[in-house]
C-alpha cells in the first residue's frame, strides 16, 4: 500500500511539471511518515540526506563542472571540432562522423553531456544543415553521441557509482574509454551509410598544412585527457585531485594562453557550476533518502528477490537484468537517481555471481548514457530543446537508430566483458 502511494503522489507531482528532485523527496517524506508514524523521526530523514552527500569523492563532481563551464565559454571546443573536421571532413558523412569525433573529445575533456550538446552542437549543428543533413538526424546525433562523455573520462556517473559500491574511479575511468570509443566507431558507420543513402555531398578535402595547423591549436585542449587520465595512472594524484588539476589547467588555458574568457566571466561560471552542482547534490541527497525509505520497507527486495532468485548467479544473466532494469528507470527518471536506487539493490546479486564490479559499473554508466537521450525524459532531450529552439517531437524523431546502436553496445557488452576489462588490466 505504502509503494502505491508514493508512486501516485511522484507522479502527480510529476504531471504538474515539478523538477525530478521534488517528487523524489516528497515520494521518500511521505513513505518515511507512513513507516514510522508520523514526523518525529524526519531528524533521522535529513540524516540519510546528508549521508549521501558526504563521500569526498563527490568533491570532483563540483570541480568537472566548473571545468566544462570554462571550456565552453572557451576556444577548446572550436579547436577540437576544427581538428577533426581537418581530417575527415572530406570523406563521404565525414561531417556527420566529425561531430560524433568531436562530442567524444570534448566529452574526454568536460565529463559532461549537456556541456557538450552545447558546445560542440552549437557551431556543427547549422553546418551540418546547410551540407543537407537533416535536422532530426542532426539533433539526434549531437545528443546521443554527447552521451559517450558519461563513459569517457571524466565521467560523474562513475564517480557516483564509485561511491556507492566502493569501487575504484580511477579504475572505471580507465574501463570505459574502450566501450566509449567502440560507440564511437558504430556512430560513425551508421553517418556513413546514412550521408550515402541520402546523398549528401562532402566537404573540401583540406591540406596538409591546414592539418598541422589545426593540431597544433587543438594540443592545447587535449591536454586535458592526458593530465587527467595520466595523473591518476602515474600515480601523480587521485581522481579528485585531478579534477581541481582540470580547472586550474582550464583557467589557464582559456585566460592566459588562449584568453577567449576575462576574469569578468569567472562570475557567471562560477553562478552557472554552482547551480548545475545544486541540482546534482540534491538528487544525490534525496536519492539516498530515497533509497533508505524503499529498502527499510522492502519494496525493492520485493519486486527483485523473486527475479534474481529465478536466474540464479548467471553472470550473464545478472548482468542482462542489470542493463534492462536501469535503461527502463533512465527512460522516466534522472540517470544519476537510478544509480543511486538501483545500485545498492542488485550489490548482492552481483556479488554473489562473482561479476567484476568494474565491468557492472561500465554497463550500468552506458544505460545512463542511453537514458539522457532516451524519451520520454532524457536530459539531452531537454538541453538540446533549449539550445537549439526546437519541439520536443523534432528532437526525438531521429533518435531511435542511434538508441538501437546503444542498445547493441550494451549486448557486446554483455556478452564479451574483455571489451570493457582489457585496459584496467593493462594498467595493473
Not at 575511468?173 to 556512430?187: E, K, N, T
Request: with cysteine; net charge neutral; aromatic share 10%.
Amino acid at each position: 500500500m505504502m509503494a502505491w502511494i508514493m508512486f501516485l503522489v511522484m507522479l502527480v507531482l510529476l504531471l504538474f511539471g515539478f523538477p525530478m528532485m521534488v517528487p523524489l523527496i516528497i515520494g521518500a517524506v511521505v513513505g518515511f511518515v507512513m513507516m514510522f508514524d508520523g514526523f518525529d523521526r524526519m531528524d533521522f530523514f535529513i540524516q540519510q540526506m546528508l549521508a549521501g552527500i558526504r563521500p569526498t569523492a563527490l568533491i570532483a563532481v563540483p570541480m568537472f563542472i566548473l571545468a566544462a563551464d570554462i571550456m565552453t565559454r572557451g576556444q577548446s571546443a572550436n579547436r577540437l571540432v576544427n581538428m577533426v573536421m581537418a581530417f575527415i571532413g572530406h570523406i563521404k558523412g565525414g561531417l556527420a562522423v566529425s561531430t560524433a569525433a568531436s562530442c567524444t573529445l570534448f566529452g574526454a575533456v568536460s565529463g559532461s553531456t549537456q556541456a557538450t550538446v552545447v558546445a560542440v552542437g552549437s557551431p556543427l549543428r547549422p553546418r551540418m544543415l546547410e551540407s543537407g543533413y537533416k535536422d532530426s538526424f542532426t539533433l539526434a546525433l549531437i545528443i546521443n553521441a554527447s552521451d559517450i562523455a558519461f563513459l569517457i573520462p571524466p565521467s560523474i556517473g562513475m564517480i557516483i557509482y564509485g561511491v556507492i559500491t566502493g569501487t575504484s574511479i580511477a579504475e572505471l575511468f580507465i574501463a570505459g574509454i574502450g566501450p566509449g570509443l567502440l560507440i564511437l566507431l558504430m556512430f560513425s558507420a551508421y553517418c556513413v551509410v546514412y550521408a550515402h543513402i541520402q546523398k549528401v555531398p562532402t566537404e573540401p578535402k583540406a591540406s596538409w598544412n591546414e592539418r598541422f595547423s589545426s593540431v597544433r591549436k587543438a594540443l592545447w585542449p587535449l591536454g586535458f585527457p592526458v593530465i587527467i587520465v595520466g595523473g591518476i595512472y602515474g600515480g601523480i594524484f587521485s581522481p579528485t585531485e585531478a579534477a581541481a588539476i582540470a580547472v586550474l589547467y582550464a583557467l589557464i588555458l582559456e585566460i592566459v594562453i588562449l584568453r577567449s574568457v576575462n576574469v569578468k566571466e569567472l562570475w557567471d561560471i562560477a553562478l552557472s557550476t554552482g547551480l548545475i552542482t545544486a541540482v546534482v547534490f540534491i538528487l544525490v541527497a534525496a536519492g539516498n533518502a530515497f533509497t533508505y525509505t524503499i529498502s527499510f520497507a522492502g519494496i525493492p527486495q520485493a519486486i527483485l528477490d523473486p527475479v534474481i532468485a529465478s536466474i540464479g548467479d548467471s553472470p550473464t544473466m545478472v548482468l542482462a537484468l542489470i542493463a534492462v532494469s536501469f535503461f527502463i528507470g533512465c527512460m522516466f527518471v534522472d540517470p544519476i537517481v537510478v544509480i543511486l536506487i538501483l545500485t545498492p539493490l542488485f550489490k548482492p546479486a552481483v556479488e554473489a555471481s562473482g561479476l567484476d564490479p568494474i565491468h557492472v559499473g561500465v554497463i550500468v554508466t552506458l544505460q545512463a548514457a542511453i537514458g539522457s537521450a532516451t524519451p520520454p525524459f532524457g536530459c539531452d532531450i531537454f538541453t538540446a530543446m533549449a539550445i537549439f529552439r526546437r519541439p520536443y517531437f523534432d528532437v526525438i524523431r531521429g533518435t531511435l537508430p542511434f538508441i538501437l546502436i546503444l542498445l547493441f553496445a550494451t549486448l557486446l557488452l554483455v556478452m564479451f566483458p574483455s571489451l570493457s576489462l582489457w585496459l584496467p588490466s593493462l594498467a595493473h
